[in-house]
C-alpha cells in the first residue's frame, strides 16, 4: 500500500502562484520513485502535467511549460510543483503519483478565478 497526500490548493487570481505539496508514504522507496502530477478539470479527463525523476530530472507538458516547476525532497518523502502564471485553464483537481502505481491521493483543489 501507498499513499499520497496533497495540498496546497486554494483560489488565486490569474496571473497567480500556488506551490503544492505532495507526501508519499507506505510501502514506496521514494528517492527512486519518478513522481507524476496530474489535474482533471470538471467534466475532462486526467492528464499528465509534469514528471519528475527520483534524480530530480523533470519533464512538462507543454501546456505549463515555463510556469510550472516540480521539485522533491527525497529525504522528506515530499514532492512539489510550484505553479506560476497561472489561468483560468488551470483549475483542476491536482493529483502526485508514483508512475504506474495505481495508487492516487485525494487530489488539492486549484480555482484560478477573478
Known amino acids: 500500500q501507498v499513499q499520497f497526500v496533497e495540498s496546497g490548493g486554494g483560489l488565486v487570481q490569474p496571473g497567480g502562484s500556488l506551490r503544492l505539496s505532495c507526501l508519499a508514504s507506505?510501502?514506496?522507496?521514494?528517492?527512486?520513485?519518478?513522481m507524476a502530477w496530474y489535474r482533471q478539470a470538471p467534466g475532462k479527463q486526467r492528464e499528465l502535467v509534469a514528471l519528475?525523476?527520483?534524480?530530480?530530472?523533470?519533464n512538462y507538458k507543454d501546456f505549463v511549460k515555463g510556469r510550472f516547476s516540480a521539485s522533491r525532497d527525497n529525504a522528506k518523502n515530499m514532492a512539489y510543483l510550484q505553479m506560476d502564471s497561472l489561468k483560468p485553464e488551470d483549475t483542476a483537481v491536482y493529483y502526485c503519483?508514483?508512475?504506474?502505481?495505481?495508487?492516487w491521493g485525494q487530489g488539492t483543489q486549484v480555482t484560478v478565478s477573478s
Open positions: 507506505g510501502e514506496i522507496i521514494f528517492k527512486a520513485a519518478t
Open positions: 519528475i525523476t527520483g534524480s530530480g530530472a523533470t
Open positions: 503519483t508514483k508512475i504506474y502505481s495505481g495508487y
